[in-house]
Structures are given as structure tokens and as C-alpha cells.
């Protein structure tokens, strides 16, 4: 739940805010003067501090200044009823995230509350990049220890100390902000803000706006000046999303800043300087954007300082166990399982992940919602999971025997997904690496009914064409039927 602080000697103001945010998801706690907020945040520990500027005592600014000085990484949102005076310029020269103009608009309050709290957990959210899941003390993580998120860590390791741009590219879902909040926890910078844009969720008129901010008047519904992510950031991480998805007039004003570290908000004229450390990501081939004059390609190589190559989850699938664990972790609570089965975890391995971690997450979120015993089993999973396994085997999926193996379809450790084993060998590789992931599972007993069950399938029940086709009399093969109790199961005579 975010903790939201609000400072305002008005008593108006503290009821309008109550009925505003009057949510099971937010927790509102007010104060009437500066000195009241400053004791209440160590006991409170808010996500967002809201104050207004002109109080009795302690006033707005030196209210931000105290903040600023004991947690940089609180945001603080000031309130002023007296327009874009220069004192509201002045405190987000101090770091106050934005500020509001009184009397508030509601859409606009809630908007921005919501982008504050947002960046409240960004700043705040640890990010593990070492596969250390015995520590539970962290609240995201890049997870792996497959070879290609091996070389990720390194990378990360390389370039978060300096202050070099960094492009980090891959399909959707691989985690690459995951990857940009990494670098931003482990480089000089920590201390600072850290905001994140994404590029294509906002309408082009207003990304520029957004970005750069605006002077009042500048275009039609202008009516204040407006602070853009850039001055917000002054100091910090400006993490820019789907950055491929800009337009050529914004792409510009990014390539002056990246290059003389200045630039004028929209219909101001005035030059502004910022000292801002500039993480991009896109989904998009870039090189390819250039060559079709989508993209500038002066800008491409400015941002191309240091490049981040995230690998799908396709070719990843090692990191699978892991990534379901930690998730099950992410999610522990009253009724949640906290184990998977064996042969879902096989049809996890198998399915190509087109939406990759983000839709990994998604699925076990799905099914710890579904789930009715203390295990995740593979009718937990949706369809479109468990169809690598029901094209690889006919038997049903639904609650396996003790000891029963689903095989799903063939993985190589390319990540190249194959239709079928090719020979012996390969399908005993396959069966050991189920065995790997499941210490309990007797890999001889489990593959021996599935083969009978298998044979029995194949030839309609008859036993006798059964037993020839796995090269064993009928009588063994009547003995295994009833070792393994298939005869009630497949109600075969």
C-alpha cells in the first residue's frame, strides 16, 4: 500500500484530499504545518510528500530543503496558489517532483500523484542482479544464471559506474527497465531521481511537452508553465521507453541535449541546462529504422554508446525454473501455492514465450489464482501453455500419477524448439533433465508407464499388439498394467 503525506495548514484542503483518495489502495496522512509533516515522515515513512508552499512556521521551501537534505529519494509535490510565480519555479529547483496550482484540478492531482508514486517505487525498488533467491529482502530482480544473462550482469557491472549512455534492446517483456533500474541503483547517481517515460504510450503533441515541459500559453490549454521530465530529473536517471517510437522533431531536441546538455521548454526561448544520465530502450531494430529514414542516425549513435542485448525468454530456458520460484516468492501469501509440479514446470519449459518474462509472470499469476491445491499442476496453466505437451504426448493432462513424467517438446540448449527427438539418446538427455529439475522423481518407473500407457493408446487397448510393440510378452506387459494400476486408469481390458 503507497503512504501519501499531505501538508497544507487548510482544512478544506485536508478534506478534499481525504474524499479524493478515499482508496483501499493508498494510506492518507496529513499534517497542518512543516514542522508537523517534517516528525511525522520518519514515523510515517510516506511514498509522497504533498506540501503546500505559503504556511505559518516552516513554509513549503525550506519544508523541501529539510526533505531533500535527509531523503533525496522521497519526491515532494508543492502546492501554490498563486500561479508560476517564482517561487514555484524555485522548488523545483530545489527537486520537488511538480507542483500544483491551487484550486487543484482533480484529474490533473491524480494523474500526477499517481506518476509521483510511480516514481517513488522505481527509486525505491531494490534490483537484484546476482541469482542469490535464498535472500528474500528485495522487492524485483533481474533473474538468471543461463549464459546470455550472464553476459547482461556483466555489462551492467561495466557501465553503471560511469555516466555513459546506455541503449538496452530486446523484445517486449525481456525486462529491459528492469535492467535500467539496475544500472541506476549501482551507479553514482542512486541518490538522485530517476524517472521513466514511455515514448509510445504518449501521444506525439504531448511527449515533447512531457519531456521538455512547457512556458504558459505555448500551444492551446497551456494555461500554466509546466516542468518537463528533464528539469525533474536534474541530477538523476532518465529512463526513455520504446524510445524507436519517437517523432524526428523530439528525436532532435534529444540529440541537442545529449550534446551541448541545454535545451528550451516548448514556446520558451530561454536555454536551460541539466546534468541528466540518458537510458534508452527499444523493441525496435534501430539500425534498421535508420536505413528507412525513421531514425536519426546521429541520434542512433549517440544513444548506441554502450548496448544492452536482452535475449528472450526462448533463449533462456534454464532460467525458467528459477524465474517460476522467484515469482511464487513474489507472490507468497494465505492460499498461494508455493511448489509447482513436475510436468508443469515441463510444459513451461516448452512453450516459446512470445510476451517472454512479462508473460511468464502473468501465467503464474493466473494459475496461483486458479490453483486449488498446494502445488501448481499443469491444468493450472492455460491452453495455450500446455499445448507444446499435448502435441508431444496423447495422454490426458490432467492430474498425473505419482512418478508420471510428462515429456514436453524437445529444447535444445540453443533454445532452438524442435518438434521431436531425432534419436535414443536425445530422448533419454530429455528425461534426465526432468530428473534434474525434480529430485524426487524416479525416472525408470515414471518412463516405463508412460510407455505402456502409450503402447496401449497406440493400438486401441489390445494387449497383444501392445506387448509387441514395446518388445515384451503379455504376460510382463499384464504385470506392469497392474504395477502401475492402468487398467482402472485407461479402463483397458
Given at each position: 500500500?503507497?503512504?501519501?503525506?499531505?501538508?497544507?495548514?487548510?482544512?478544506?484542503?485536508?478534506?478534499?484530499?481525504?474524499?479524493?483518495?478515499?482508496?483501499?489502495?493508498?494510506?492518507?496522512?496529513?499534517?497542518?504545518?512543516g514542522?508537523?509533516?517534517?516528525?511525522?515522515?520518519?514515523?510515517?515513512?510516506?511514498?509522497?510528500?504533498?506540501?503546500?508552499?505559503?504556511?505559518?512556521?516552516?513554509?513549503?521551501?525550506?519544508?523541501?530543503?529539510?526533505?531533500?537534505?535527509?531523503?533525496?529519494?522521497?519526491?515532494?509535490?508543492l502546492?501554490t496558489?498563486?500561479?508560476?510565480?517564482?517561487?514555484?519555479?524555485?522548488?523545483?529547483?530545489?527537486?520537488?517532483?511538480?507542483?500544483?496550482?491551487?484550486?487543484?484540478?482533480v484529474?490533473?492531482?491524480?494523474?500526477?500523484?499517481?506518476?509521483?508514486?510511480?516514481?517513488?517505487?522505481?527509486m525505491?525498488?531494490?534490483?537484484?542482479?546476482?541469482?542469490?533467491?535464498?535472500?528474500?529482502?528485495y522487492?524485483?530482480?533481474?533473474?538468471?544464471?543461463?549464459?546470455?544473462?550472464?553476459?547482461?550482469?556483466?555489462?551492467?557491472?561495466?557501465?553503471?559506474?560511469?555516466?555513459?549512455?546506455?541503449?538496452?534492446?530486446?523484445?517486449?517483456?525481456?525486462?529491459?527497465?528492469?535492467?535500467?533500474?539496475?544500472?541506476?541503483?549501482?551507479?553514482?547517481?542512486?541518490?538522485?531521481?530517476?524517472?521513466?517515460?514511455?515514448?509510445?504510450?504518449?501521444?506525439?503533441?504531448?511527449?515533447?511537452?512531457?519531456?521538455?515541459?512547457?512556458?504558459?500559453?505555448?500551444?492551446?490549454?497551456?494555461?500554466?508553465?509546466?516542468?518537463?521530465?528533464?528539469?525533474?530529473?536534474?541530477?538523476?536517471?532518465?529512463?526513455?521507453?520504446?524510445?524507436?517510437?519517437?517523432?524526428?522533431?523530439?528525436?532532435?531536441?534529444?540529440?541537442?541535449v545529449?550534446?551541448?546538455?541545454?535545451?528550451?521548454?516548448?514556446?520558451?526561448?530561454?536555454?536551460?541546462?541539466?546534468?541528466?544520465?540518458?537510458?534508452?530502450?527499444?523493441?525496435?531494430?534501430l539500425?534498421?529504422?535508420?536505413?528507412n529514414?525513421?531514425?536519426?542516425?546521429?541520434?542512433?549513435?549517440?544513444?548506441?554508446?554502450?548496448?544492452?542485448?536482452?535475449?528472450?525468454?526462448?533463449?533462456?530456458?534454464?532460467?525458467?525454473?528459477?524465474?517460476?520460484?522467484?515469482?511464487?516468492?513474489?507472490?507468497?501469501?494465505?492460499?498461494?501455492?508455493?511448489?509447482?509440479?513436475?510436468?508443469?514446470?515441463?510444459?513451461?519449459?516448452?512453450?516459446?514465450?512470445?510476451?517472454?518474462?512479462?508473460?511468464?509472470?502473468?501465467?503464474?499469476?493466473?494459475?496461483?489464482?486458479?490453483?486449488?491445491?498446494?502445488?501448481?499442476?499443469?491444468?493450472?496453466?492455460?491452453?495455450?501453455?500446455?499445448?507444446?505437451?499435448?502435441?508431444?504426448?496423447?495422454?490426458?493432462?490432467?492430474?498425473?500419477?505419482?512418478?508420471?513424467?510428462?515429456?514436453?517438446?524437445?529444447?535444445?540448449?540453443?533454445?532452438?524448439?524442435?518438434?521431436?527427438?531425432?534419436?535414443?539418446?536425445?530422448?533419454?538427455?530429455?528425461?534426465?533433465?526432468?530428473?534434474?529439475?525434480?529430485?524426487?522423481?524416479?525416472?525408470?518407473?515414471?518412463?516405463?508407464?508412460?510407455?505402456?500407457?502409450?503402447?496401449?493408446?497406440?493400438?486401441?487397448?489390445?494387449?497383444?499388439?501392445?506387448?509387441?510393440?514395446?518388445?515384451?510378452?503379455?504376460?510382463?506387459?499384464?504385470?506392469?498394467?497392474?504395477?502401475?494400476?492402468?487398467?482402472?486408469?485407461?479402463?483397458?481390458?
Open positions: 500500500m503507497d503512504k501519501l503525506l499531505l501538508i497544507d495548514d487548510e482544512v478544506d484542503v485536508q478534506y478534499s484530499f481525504r474524499r479524493i483518495f478515499d482508496s483501499p489502495d493508498l494510506e492518507l496522512h496529513t499534517a497542518s504545518s514542522e508537523e509533516g517534517l516528525k511525522l515522515i520518519p514515523q510515517v515513512r510516506p511514498d509522497l510528500v504533498i506540501t503546500d508552499i505559503r504556511m505559518a512556521g516552516i513554509n513549503g521551501l525550506e519544508t523541501l530543503r529539510r526533505i531533500r537534505q535527509a531523503d533525496p529519494k522521497l519526491p515532494v509535490i502546492m496558489a498563486y500561479g508560476t510565480t517564482q517561487t514555484a519555479i524555485e522548488a523545483m529547483k530545489l527537486g520537488a517532483f511538480d507542483y500544483l496550482l491551487k484550486p487543484f484540478d484529474p490533473r492531482l491524480k494523474q500526477l500523484v499517481g506518476d509521483a508514486l510511480k516514481a517513488s517505487r522505481d525505491r525498488q531494490t534490483v537484484a542482479v546476482a541469482p542469490q533467491l535464498e535472500q528474500q529482502d522487492d524485483l530482480g533481474v533473474i538468471g544464471r543461463s549464459h546470455p544473462m550472464q553476459s547482461v550482469f556483466k555489462l551492467i557491472g561495466q557501465v553503471a559506474g560511469t555516466d555513459a549512455t546506455v541503449l538496452i534492446t530486446g523484445e517486449s517483456g525481456t525486462g529491459k527497465e528492469l535492467v535500467a533500474r539496475a544500472i541506476y541503483h549501482n551507479s553514482r547517481r542512486h541518490q538522485q531521481a530517476f524517472l521513466a517515460i514511455n515514448c509510445a504510450a504518449i501521444p506525439e503533441n504531448l511527449l515533447e511537452s512531457e519531456l521538455f515541459g512547457h512556458e504558459k500559453g505555448a500551444f492551446t490549454g497551456a494555461s500554466q508553465q509546466r516542468i518537463g521530465k528533464f528539469e525533474q530529473c536534474h541530477g538523476g536517471t532518465l529512463f526513455l521507453d520504446e524510445i524507436g517510437d519517437m517523432s524526428s522533431t523530439t528525436q532532435t531536441k534529444i540529440l541537442r545529449l550534446q551541448s546538455g541545454s535545451f528550451e521548454r516548448v514556446g520558451g526561448n530561454a536555454p536551460i541546462r541539466v546534468d541528466v544520465r540518458i537510458i534508452a530502450a527499444t523493441n525496435k531494430p539500425e534498421d529504422a535508420v536505413a529514414r525513421q531514425f536519426r542516425e546521429d541520434l542512433f549513435y549517440r544513444l548506441n554508446v554502450v548496448r544492452i542485448q536482452m535475449p528472450p525468454l526462448r533463449e533462456r530456458r534454464d532460467d525458467i525454473r528459477l524465474l517460476v520460484d522467484y515469482f511464487l516468492r513474489k507472490l507468497a501469501g494465505a492460499g498461494i501455492p508455493k511448489a509447482i509440479n513436475t510436468s508443469a514446470i515441463a510444459a513451461l519449459e516448452a512453450y516459446h514465450w512470445p510476451g517472454n518474462v512479462r508473460e511468464l509472470e502473468n501465467v503464474i499469476r493466473r494459475a496461483t489464482v486458479v490453483a486449488k491445491g498446494p502445488s501448481l499442476l499443469i491444468s493450472d496453466l492455460p491452453s495455450e501453455v500446455t499445448v507444446a505437451v499435448q502435441k508431444a504426448v496423447s495422454t490426458p493432462v490432467a492430474s498425473p500419477a505419482p512418478d508420471a513424467a510428462v515429456v514436453a517438446a524437445p529444447v535444445e540448449s540453443t533454445g532452438a524448439h524442435r518438434s521431436e527427438p531425432t534419436s535414443i539418446p536425445e530422448v533419454a538427455q530429455w528425461l534426465f533433465r526432468f530428473a534434474r529439475a525434480d529430485s524426487k522423481l524416479r525416472v525408470l518407473p515414471a518412463v516405463e508407464r508412460e510407455l505402456i500407457i502409450q503402447a496401449l493408446k497406440e493400438t486401441s487397448g489390445n494387449q497383444v499388439q501392445a506387448a509387441k510393440l514395446l518388445g515384451i510378452t503379455r504376460a510382463t506387459l499384464r504385470k506392469r498394467v497392474e504395477k502401475f494400476s492402468i487398467r482402472r486408469e485407461l479402463n483397458v481390458a
